[in-house]
């Protein structure tokens, strides 16, 4: 008898417990506004300069999050004989510090890198990798451009 009343408390409690974790707990909220903070990267373009590309850029980083920017590239074949659709394999190449030359309005700027790595007749891509002080990059804009 004592057995039954025990596991019957037991019981109870445990039905308390689930009942009282149910329930309605008030109406949905939208979260927040949040202004926009990321890092912007814009009017990336790569050019034909002797025998170099040079990859031009304006950048703004208003909360000042990025170290350095990365500069990757990837070869996507010769003229006519390229694959548009195929996975891209980059390979770093470079990188542009940001944080130490940064200005005091922290308005725009142009930025720029020089790869005079290249082949002629090869079709080349290019990446720019936004990285933190952590060391964790994200793609932030894509170029590409036939070096002839």
């Known amino acids: 008898m004592r057995k039954n009343q025990v596991i019957n408390s037991f019981l109870i409690i445990l039905l308390l417990i689930i009942l009282s974790g149910c329930g309605f707990k008030g109406n949905p909220s939208p979260y927040p506004v949040i202004t926009d903070r990321k890092p912007v990267i814009k009017n990336m373009e790569a050019l034909l300069s002797g025998e170099a590309v040079i990859l031009k850029w304006n ?7 990025i170290k350095y920017i990365g500069i990757e590239r ?11 659709n195929c996975p891209r394999t980059y390979t ?7 944080k130490a030359g940064m200005p005091v309005d922290e ?13 002629k007749g090869k079709i080349y891509n290019y990446r720019l990798m936004l990285c933190e002080e952590n060391e964790n990059c994200s793609e932030a804009s894509t170029a590409e451009i036939n070096f002839k």
Do not use: H, M, W, Y
Request: net charge positive.
């Open 74 to 84: 990837s070869e996507a074949g010769t003229l006519g004989n390229e694959c548009k």
């Open 59 to 65: 950048f703004q980083d208003k909360n000042r999050l």
């Open 92 to 98: 770093r190449i470079g990188q542009v510090p940001v």
């Open 107 to 119: 308005g725009p700027r142009a930025l720029s890198f020089e790869d005079n790595k290249v082949k």
